[in-house]
């Protein structure tokens, strides 16, 4: 049971991650330098600000994998770039998922417990 709803859980990332072209940001502002700010929204809809190389940008753009055109982001940052999702968002998701797998756990030992009797 808990497999289903984290497969569900899956398809629901990745039809975000699909409808938001696999991106997040949602406004740039030029800096000095060529570089840029991102104005990046999270899922809670919060907008979170990072500033990143110009050039670095368009390779994103282009395709390229984002810890390559961003390194000296956090995995954290290029997280959020990617899915909308806060390290707490994860940390909250994954701590649900979890709490699902050991109440399935302990459902599965009850069960064998019943059938020993």
Same mark, same amino acid.
């Given at each position: 049971?808990?497999?289903?709803?984290?497969?569900? @859980?899956?398809?629901?990332?990745?039809?975000?991650?699909?409808?938001?072209? @696999?991106? =997040?940001?949602?406004?740039?502002?030029?800096?000095?330098?060529?570089?840029? !700010?991102?104005?990046?929204?999270?899922?809670?809809?919060?907008?979170?600000?990072?500033?990143?190389?110009?050039?670095?940008?368009?390779?994103?753009?282009?395709?390229? %994998?984002?810890?390559?055109?961003?390194?000296?982001? !956090?995995?954290?940052? =290029?997280? %959020?770039?990617? !899915?909308?999702?806060?390290?707490? @968002?994860?940390?909250?998701?994954?701590?649900?998922y979890n709490e699902m797998?050991?109440?399935?756990?302990?459902?599965?030992?009850?069960?064998? /417990? =019943?059938? /020993?009797?």
């Open positions: 049971m808990c497999y289903g709803i984290l497969l569900s @859980m899956l398809r629901q990332w990745v039809y975000q991650l699909v409808m938001n072209n @696999m991106s =997040r940001i949602i406004g740039v502002t030029s800096l000095p330098n060529d570089m840029v !700010t991102l104005h990046v929204q999270d899922l809670n809809g919060d907008i979170h600000y990072m500033d990143v190389n110009n050039q670095d940008l368009y390779t994103y753009e282009d395709g390229e %994998l984002i810890q390559n055109c961003f390194p000296y982001l !956090t995995p954290e940052q =290029r997280e %959020l770039i990617m !899915t909308g999702m806060t390290d707490e @968002m994860w940390n909250t998701e994954m701590d649900q797998e050991e109440d399935s756990e302990m459902d599965n030992y009850k069960e064998i /417990e =019943r059938n /020993e009797k």
